[in-house]
Every structure is written in structure tokens, then in C-alpha cells.
């Protein structure tokens, strides 16, 4: 069975500071894949290297089998592998159909679609956002606009989103519908999501990466990982460090 | 929207006509001929700057590189305008795109910065080398173009009918300007000026899509200057320095940049500013000066781009009113 | 070429060099500042640069005041002179996403202003502007005359330069300035008073810039032309430094000025310009954070 996301050993350094030290994870399809980890570990990083945003020192990443190491960022959005932003970004001066449309123009020819905005519509009605369709994007709540990030994510059909801190900023009900929506979408597509929020993690995620220095020091069903004495101690150690 | 459409066929009439309506003086057909001739290169700078976000500060080089282009291949070898002017075209264009490709990487103030320093390394070039150029002197009585005619005869687009030239000229690269933002590379273009890195992350390769427009731009350039050549009849170094490319971006910011209408806006108001006030020439930098000082820090939207956006928040704010009230 | 010929040469490069790589360095250090503190990148450095020469030519040239006089009443003006501009043109601005190039063209748009005024005035009375010699005569290096009026501007410009760097990494002010070069968040959560911070850097930058043109005025003959090659020269010595670093100003300037000296003896100085411009795209294209960046 061909994973759908395979990173083996990869290396970054900044000036002397490795943000991933000889780092593999690899994600199988239908699976949700959940990484945490204290602030600076280099999982916002991994992302970045995975996706083409970084130019990696070392390693070789695969999605669904095929090599995406050295590619450009659209090149690989194109293949398949896509992902949000820690911070929310969309386009705050256009409308949300703009943003949509923008969204899909790169890829709705390769999915056989004779408009970029085929299936949208259903998109909207899924996310809640149907009625904010001529919206700008800036008037939106912080919550609508996560909702949009993930329809302009989806309606590229990818193979797998990588979601970067998805329920930052959210209050605990908004958090729940997140989380609901997620759950809601694993059967279309995979995904990966890096958490802070412990609660987020166990919900969603069939299998856990614990990152610490760029390195993974864990890797289980979450449950299994909150019990792992290693993590307790390293995790919780290095989170106090980095909050000093 | 009929109203709408009736109005642009009015506009395009009028910018036809006017050349005609003018043609008793000279003073003010010559200023009339050169507002469209602003109209065509801020246009072109438009595209890039207003609708890609990139401050183009080697256009005018790139002008010079097609007006000299056009005058050699017309005045040494005896080619014709129309096809000497599109050879310009395409020299301004590879060249934009040669010296212009590395800096695309550069993010905001760096890439303005590499195109004020090719700008200036543009024009130190042209005044060396004389035998393109004429160098500092410049280049003068560069002929008007010519059509030629069965058996063996030509006509000069001279005085008016040059003049209508510019209009169509001007008209033409409006229009084709119009039709690039309303088409796929458009809107990438917007989604690049509004966020480059969301865009790539989308799927869509910014360099590359930036390296188009900075083509099409450029070949706009090319265009213009060798009209610019053919209508003026001289250039020099000085006719494409970097205050020129100043004074095209001023008529872009001031009329509205990412707009269509706005540089013809633009140009209507600010073109013949220099030549109205012909004893005040020497006061002219300061004029221009102070409107760029004026345009950034009080009219970042130009003049029609902020007429657009009043109108669309006091439309939006009446129905917001009128739903709140239903 | 005898012997003689090329020490006097060589001599005449170096002490060229010197001053007007001093020179450089000043200014290019207050366009540093400038832009490394506030985000401001100054397109018109170089018409401030050629307005302290130009007033110190009225004072001391048509007026008759005492070089020393002039300098002090160019210097000292320019404080409020750049409190205003800092008022209405910098502070609007402090927190627009986009404000490096809303500045740089606006500050073009200011050069432009300034370079049609100098047109409209001086550019009128003169073509040049030299200033009589604040210090007469000359000091003999081996063969070679080195006028003591510029052996004065060298060694005044080297102790500002010295004075500088230690304002900078022993001055509480200096430090807070360096300490929001490198990360203007942390600065604040350490107390900086950010705004405080930009107003005095631009005060300084300004006064540096000033004083490189008084510098320049007393030392050599200049004209009108002399404000956008130096406002290139800056950027570009800014560049290839790297924004923010006033070492990297200080070392860069003074090989600037070397190769100017020496590019001016025995070819053209356009083409010492020209070179500058290469090196500046070469390092805005390859490495833009420049060679001493942190």
C-alpha cells in the first residue's frame, strides 16, 4: 500500500541551527495524521520543507509514491499535497466567490472540470458559507474565514491537506464545529494536522508525531502517547524551556 | 448597463475624433497627441504595477530601448516603421525580462530598488554609446512614419494623421490591457499583488506569471517609445531617465492604479501639465515632485480608484441599512 | 610613468580615497540607520547631502561666515528641519504593511522636489560651487601636496565615525537603536519605546547625512549632479553592506571610495558609478541581506 505521504531523513539547518534533524514520518491513506510539539521544534518546518517552501539540506520527501523533493510549492500543490497557514490568509480585498475562483483556476482543467468553480457551490453549503458568498473576505469572522481556507483547499480535490494550527484563535464551541468538520471531510481527503491543543489531537488524529528539536521522539495512537513517560518528560520539559 | 456600454462608445468616438477637433493648432494637437501617448504607457505600467504590485522603475529605460531600436532600424537600414516599431517592441520586452527575470525573486522594496539601479544603468548606457544613440546630443528630425502606397509612393503620418495614430494606439492597448485582467493570468496577477505567497501555495507559479506581465508591460514600453520617437522627432538620454518612469508611475498612482480607467485619467489631467505652463518649465520637477509626495501620502488610491471605492462602500452601506431596516 | 609620477599618483588615490570613502561611509551609515531602524528608505539622502553643501556655500562663499560658524547653523538646523519631515512624512506611515515602498517613492517624489528647486536657485548662479580654503596651505606628504583643509575634513570624519560606532555599542540610546535594527518585537517587549527610537534615528541619520555634505563642501568643488550619484552611491553601499549595518556602511564606504579615487585617476568616474551598480544588483540578486548582515 503506497503511503500517501512519505518524508524520510530530512535535514534543515538555519545558519548552524538544525530545525530537522534526520527526520522521517510517513502518513498512510485514510489515515489522520496529527504532529505536536513544543514552540520552535520545527513542525511549522516540516511543513514548509515538505511543501517546497524550504529548500531542504538533506532527505527526500514522496507523495503517493511519486518524488516532490526540490519541486516548487505550486508544482506540488498541483500534485496533490497542499496546506494552511498557522496565521488565517485569504484574499481580505475579494469576494469570497474571488477567492474560490482563484482557488480553483490552477487545477480545474487537470480534474476534467469545464469551470474552476465546479463544486463550489456544494463546498459553500458544506462550510456554512453560502449565504457570505459575495462577502469580501476580510468582513468575515476569524472562524468563517478558517472555513474558507479549507473550501479553497478543497476545491483542488487534493490527495492531502496539511493543516497548520487549524483552530488557532478559535473560542471551545468553534473548536468543537472544527473539529466536526474535519471529521467530516478525512473521506475525501487525507489529512495532517499540526496541533497545540491536546483535546484537537486526540479527537481527530488515528496515529500521533511528537516533535521536539526536529526530531520525532514519539509516535503512536494518542492515547498511547499521553501515557509514554518520554514524552511527558520531554515535551513538558522542553514546553517549560521555551516558555521561560 | 447600457448606459454603461453607451458611454464607452461615446469615449471611443470622442478620443477618435478629437485629434480632428484640434487640428487647427499645433500647440494643442501636439499635446493632444501626447496625453495619448501617456494614455498607451501608463497603461502598460499598469499592468504592473496596479495589478501585479510591481513597481516598474526601468520602464522608461525600457521606452528608450524601443524608441532607439525603432529609429535605427527606420533611419540606418530603411526599414518600415510598422515593422521597425514592433521589432522595438519585442527588444524592450526581451530586455525587460533579461534584466528584469533575476530581481522577480526580490520581494517589494528590493525588486523597486534593482529596477531604479537598472534604470539608471540604462541610461548611463545609452549615453555611451553614441553610435545607437547619438549619445547626449540624442538623435533629431527622426522622420514620422510612413504608409506606403501602390506604385511606389508613400504617405507620411504626419500632424493630425499621426495624431490619430496615437488615439488608436492608445485605444488598442486600453483595450488589450482590459481584456489581460479580465482573463485567467488577470486574475493570478490580482491574487499575486494581493498575496504571493498564499497564491504559490495555491498552485499557481508567481514567477512565472509575473515574468508575462512584466513581458506584456515591456512590450507596452517598446511601443510607446518608438512612438514616442516618430511623433516627437528627437530623443535623448534624457527623454527615458528614471524621472520619466517616475512621471508615467505618477500618472498611474494619481489616475488609479489597478484600474483601467484610472491612467487615462491620469494622463488627461497630468499630461499636458508641462506644456501649459511653458514659462514655469523650470518648475516643473517640483510640480511633479510634490503630486508623487501628494499621491502617496493622500491619494494612495488615485483619483478615479478613490471615486470607485466611495461609491462602492456607500452602495454597500445602503444595503446594509436597507436590510437592517427590512 | 616615472617613479615620482606613480607615488604621487598612488598617493593622490589613497588620500582621495580616504576622504571620500570617509564621506561615503557617513552618509551611507545615516541611510543605514534609516532604513534599518524605520523601514525609511531615503531616496532623497542625496539631495539632504547636496543641500548642507549648498548652504554651507551661501554661508561661507557669498556670506563670509567663518567656516566653523556655518557648519555649526547647517548642522544644527538640521534637527528641526528633520523633526518636521519626520512629523508629516515618516510618522503617518509607522504601521502600513507596505510602508518600505510607499517611502522610497515618496522620497523619490522629494528628490524630485529638491532637484528642481536647486535648479530653480543655485542652478542659476552657478555651475559648481567651491568654498575658499578654511585652512590654507598644505602639508607635504613626500612629494606629494595634501591641502590641509582636507586633511582637517579626513580626520574630523574618522573621529564622527569613531564617535558613531561607540555611540552604538556603549550608549543606552545607541544600544536600544541596534537592539531594534534586529528584531523590532523583541525590542518592545524589552521596553524599547519603538516610537522614541524611530523619531532619534531619523534625527541622526539626518544629522549624519548633513554633516557628510558640510564634510564634502569644505574638502572639495561640487555640483548639482553630485545628489543622485551619491543617493545610488548610498543605496548601494547600503546594499552590499547590508541594511542596518553600520560596519558593513563603514567598510563598504571606504572600498567605495577607493575605487572611486582610483576608477576617477585613470578612467572615468561614470564608470566607477557604472561599477557600483553592478555590485549592488550582484548582491541585491545573490545574498540581499549584503555581506555583514547578522
Given at each position: ?10 535535514n ?5 541551527v538544525?530545525?530537522?534533524?534526520d527526520?522521517s ?11 505536536i510539539?513544543?514552540n520552535g ?23 503517493d509514491?511519486?518524488t516532490?523533493t ?52 456544494d ?6 458559507l453560502?449565504?457570505k458568498?459575495e462577502?469580501v ?13 479549507l473550501?479553497m483547499?478543497?476545491?483542488?480535490r487534493?490527495?492531502l ?15 468543537r464545529?472544527?473539529?466536526?468538520l ?11 494536522v ?11 488524529a ?8 526536529g ?14 513517560a518520554?514524552?511527558?518528560?520531554q ?6 524551556a521555551?516558555?521561560? | ?10 469615449l471611443?468616438i ?6 480632428f ?29 496596479g ?15 524601443g524608441?532607439y ?7 540606418k537600414?530603411?526599414v518600415s516603421?510598422?515593422?521597425a ?5 519585442l ?16 520581494r ?6 534593482s ?12 549615453v555611451?554609446i553614441?553610435q545607437?544613440?547619438?549619445g ?10 510612413l504608409?506606403?502606397?501602390?506604385g ?5 503620418l ?10 488608436v ?5 486600453v ?11 488577470g ?27 512584466f ?13 514616442y520617437?516618430?511623433?516627437?522627432g528627437f ?18 498612482g494619481f ?16 499630461a499636458p501639465i508641462?506644456?501649459?505652463m511653458?514659462?514655469?518649465y523650470?518648475?516643473?520637477?517640483i ?24 461609491r ?6 445602503r444595503g446594509?441599512s ?5 | 610613468?616615472?617613479?615620482e609620477?606613480?607615488?604621487l599618483?598612488g598617493l593622490?588615490?589613497?588620500t582621495t580615497?580616504?576622504?571620500?570613502g ?5 552618509v551611507?551609515a ?6 534599518g531602524?524605520i ?8 539631495q ?24 555649526v ?14 512629523k ?10 507596505n510602508?518600505n ?17 536647486f535648479?530653480?536657485?543655485y ?6 560651487y567651491?568654498?575658499?580654503?578654511t585652512?590654507?596651505g598644505?602639508i ?7 591641502p590641509?583643509?582636507r586633511?582637517?575634513v ?12 561607540a555611540?552604538?555599542?556603549?550608549h543606552?540610546?545607541?544600544r536600544?537603536l541596534r ?5 523590532r518585537?523583541?525590542a ?18 539626518m ?9 564634502f563642501a569644505?574638502?572639495?568643488a561640487?555640483d548639482l ?8 552611491i548610498a543605496?548601494?553601499?547600503?546594499i ?11 567598510v ?5 571610495g ?11 568616474p ?6 557600483y ?6 548582491i ?8 555583514f548582515?547578522r
Open positions: 500500500m503506497t503511503k500517501v505521504l512519505d518524508a524520510r531523513g530530512l534543515k539547518s538555519f545558519g548552524g538544525w530545525a530537522l534533524k527526520l514520518v510517513d502518513q498512510a491513506p485514510g489515515e489522520t495524521l496529527g504532529m510539539g513544543p521544534s520545527g513542525k511549522t518546518t516540516f511543513i514548509n520543507a515538505v511543501t517546497g517552501h524550504l529548500a531542504l539540506d538533506g532527505g527526500e520527501v514522496f507523495l509514491g511519486k516532490i526540490g519541486r516548487k510549492p505550486h508544482v506540488i500543490a498541483q500534485a496533490g499535497l497542499i496546506r494552511t497557514y498557522q496565521a488565517v490568509r485569504v484574499y481580505a480585498q475579494l469576494p469570497v466567490s474571488e477567492n474560490l475562483r482563484v482557488a480553483g483556476l490552477p487545477h480545474f482543467r487537470r480534474l476534467g472540470f469545464s469551470d474552476p468553480l465546479d463544486g463550489a457551490e463546498l459553500l453549503v458544506k462550510l456554512s453560502k449565504e458568498t462577502a473576505a476580510g468582513s468575515l469572522t476569524l472562524f468563517e474565514q478558517r472555513r474558507l481556507e473550501a483547499r478543497l476545491i483542488s487534493p490527495k491537506i496539511m493543516l497548520d494550527e487549524p483552530v488557532g484563535g478559535l473560542n471551545p464551541g468553534e473548536i464545529e472544527m473539529i466536526q474535519l471529521k467530516g471531510l478525512r473521506a475525501e481527503c487525507g489529512l495532517f499540526i496541533e497545540h491543543t491536546m483535546k484537537v489531537i486526540m479527537e481527530l488515528d496515529r500521533v508525531v511528537v516533535l521536539v528539536s526530531e520525532m521522539i514519539a509516535n503512536g495512537a494518542p492515547a498511547a502517547i499521553l501515557q509514554d518520554n514524552v511527558i518528560r515535551y513538558l520539559g522542553a514546553v517549560r521555551t516558555s521561560r | 448597463m447600457a448606459y454603461r456600454r453607451a458611454a464607452l462608445v461615446g471611443v470622442l478620443a477618435l475624433a478629437l485629434p477637433l484640434f487640428s487647427a493648432s499645433r500647440f494643442y494637437a501636439f499635446i493632444l497627441g501626447v496625453t495619448y501617448l501617456y494614455i498607451l504607457w501608463s497603461s502598460g505600467m499598469n499592468l504592473l504595477s495589478f501585479t504590485g510591481l513597481m516598474p522603475l526601468m520602464y522608461a529605460g525600457l521606452a528608450g530601448v524608441a531600436t525603432t529609429v535605427n532600424l527606420v533611419m537600414f530603411g516603421f510598422w515593422l516599431m514592433p521589432a522595438g517592441a527588444a524592450a520586452a526581451l530586455v525587460g525580462v533579461v534584466l528584469g527575470l533575476p530581481s522577480l525573486r526580490l517589494g522594496f528590493y525588486f523597486t530598488l529596477g531604479l539601479v537598472i534604470q539608471t544603468a540604462l541610461t548611463m548606457l545609452f555611451y553614441p545607437f544613440t547619438g547626449d546630443t540624442g538623435i533629431s528630425q527622426i522622420p514620422p512614419p504608409i506606403s502606397l501602390p511606389d509612393r508613400s504617405f507620411p504626419a500632424g493630425v494623421w499621426l495624431e490619430e495614430a496615437l488615439a494606439a492608445a485605444l488598442l492597448t483595450y488589450v490591457v482590459h481584456r489581460v485582467t479580465q482573463s485567467t493570468l486574475k493570478y496577477l490580482v491574487a499575486i499583488r494581493e498575496d504571493d505567497l498564499l497564491t504559490e501555495a495555491l498552485g499557481i507559479g508567481v514567477t512565472r506569471y509575473r515574468v508575462l506581465a513581458f506584456i508591460s515591456s512590450l507596452f514600453a517598446g511601443v510607446g517609445g518608438a512612438f520617437a516618430h511623433y516627437v530623443v535623448s538620454p534624457r527623454s527615458f531617465d528614471v524621472l520619466t518612469s517616475l512621471n508615467i508611475w505618477l500618472i498611474v489616475g488609479g492604479q489597478g484600474t483601467i480607467l484610472g491612467p487615462i485619467v491620469g494622463a488627461v489631467i497630468l508641462p506644456y501649459l511653458q514659462e514655469f523650470l518648475y516643473k520637477d510640480v511633479y515632485g510634490s503630486l508623487i509626495v501628494f499621491t502617496t501620502i493622500f491619494l494612495p488610491r488615485g483619483v478615479y480608484g478613490s471615486l470607485l471605492f466611495h462602492r462602500t456607500r452602495t454597500s452601506a446594509k436597507e436590510a437592517a431596516r427590512s | 610613468m616615472t617613479p609620477g606613480m607615488l599618483n593622490a588615490v589613497i580615497g580616504l576622504i571620500v570617509a564621506i561615503f561611509s557617513l551611507a545615516g541611510v543605514t540607520i534609516m532604513y531602524t523601514w525609511f528608505p531615503n531616496a532623497s539622502n542625496g539632504f547631502f547636496i543641500l548642507a553643501a549648498l548652504l554651507m556655500w551661501s554661508l561661507v562663499a557669498n556670506w563670509g561666515l567663518s567656516p566653523f560658524l556655518a557648519a547653523v547647517v548642522i544644527a538646523g538640521s534637527i528641526p528641519f528633520s523633526l518636521i519631515l519626520e508629516f512624512l515618516v510618522r503617518p506611515f509607522y504601521n502600513v504593511p510602508r515602498i510607499v517611502y522610497f517613492i515618496m522620497t523619490l517624489g522629494l528628490a524630485q522636489i529638491f532637484a528642481g528647486a535648479t530653480c536657485t542652478g542659476r548662479w552657478s555651475d559648481q567651491s568654498l575658499p580654503a585652512w590654507p598644505v607635504m606628504l613626500g612629494p606629494f601636496p595634501f590641509r583643509t586633511l582637517l579626513l580626520l574630523i570624519a574618522l573621529i564622527l565615525l569613531a564617535g558613531l560606532f555611540f552604538l555599542r556603549l543606552r540610546i545607541g536600544a537592539a531594534v535594527f534586529q528584531n518585537e523583541a518592545i517587549l524589552r521596553g524599547v519605546d519603538v516610537r522614541r527610537i524611530y523619531r532619534f534615528s531619523f534625527v541622526l541619520a544629522l549624519i547625512i548633513t554633516t557628510g555634505g558640510v564634510l569644505l574638502a572639495y561640487f549632479t553630485m545628489a543622485w550619484n551619491m543617493a545610488i543605496f548601494a553601499i547600503m552590499v553592506g547590508g541594511p542596518g549595518s553600520v560596519l558593513g556602511s563603514v563598504i564606504g571606504m572600498i567605495f577607493f575605487t572611486q579615487a582610483a576608477v576617477s585617476l585613470f578612467a572615468s561614470t564608470l566607477a558609478a557604472f561599477s551598480l553592478i555590485v549592488m544588483l550582484i541585491l540578486l545573490v545574498k540581499p541581506s549584503g555581506l548582515a
